[in-house]
T-cell receptor
């Protein structure tokens, strides 16, 4: 079935370091791809999305490119801040009516000053 | 404009009891989805409601049921609670086929 696999955490970085969180997916069709962020004690917030191959989603300095050939959607940020500490979830959804999100297990990021 | 709201924030129940969680969607949204997020895991889709009907369901037993009201708000009911039902329950609202907006969740603890 359709699924999302993320790199295991926690990922621990110093402030201003470069961030990569890997995400790959298995899907029978061509889904839209998302990154959600969850801050402590809160629900999920959409960080960025891409709806077709080679699209790049970006927001708040984060970027991810939809790579159909490698079925990947890796999250990157050039310089992380302490405030980026959170859990990041990669997810996919198929368009056309029912939009059930399928999530990865999440990757916890801890950024230290 | 209020976002998605959920109540209660936290809930403690014992095994075998029943629980009802509530969700009010974002203004203008008519579709409500429920997800279960176990500790350290990603959210798992429970079901989705549109026009007061359950139109898609994930791999959850019949102990999990729901309802959507004419004002688009929704309830999630869980009967015969098990320890494994302890989780954060997230509600998300949307227009059909569009981006889902999540509420802050209800933390359910089953003792």
């Amino acid at each position: 079935g359709d699924s999302v696999t993320q790199m295991e955490g926690p990922v621990t970085l110093s402030e201003e370091a470069f961030l990569t969180i890997n995400c790959t997916y298995t899907a029978t069709g061509y889904p839209s791809l998302f990154w959600y962020v969850q801050y402590p004690g809160e629900g999920l917030q959409l960080l960025l999305k891409a709806t077709k191959a080679d699209d790049k989603g970006s927001n708040k300095g984060f970027e991810a490119t939809y790579r159909k050939e490698t079925t990947s959607f890796h999250l990157e940020k050039g310089s992380v801040q302490v405030s980026d500490s959170a859990v990041y979830f990669c997810a996919l959804v198929f368009s056309g009516g029912y939009n059930k999100l399928i999530f990865g297990a999440g990757t916890r990021l801890a950024v230290h000053p | 404009d209020a976002g998605v709201t959920q109540s209660p924030t936290h809930l403690i129940k014992t095994r075998g009891q029943q629980v009802t969680l509530r969700c009010s969607p974002k203004s203008g949204h008519d579709t409500v989805s429920w997800y279960q997020q176990a500790l350290g895991q990603g959210p798992q889709f429970i079901f989705q409601y549109y026009e007061e009907e359950e139109r898609q369901r994930g791999n959850f037993p019949d102990r999990f049921s729901g309802h959507q009201f004419p004002n688009y708000s929704s309830e999630l009911n869980v009967n015969a609670l098990l320890l494994g039902d302890s989780a954060l329950y997230l509600c998300a609202s949307s227009r059909p086929g569009n981006e889902q907006f999540f509420g802050p969740g209800t933390r359910l603890t089953v003792l």
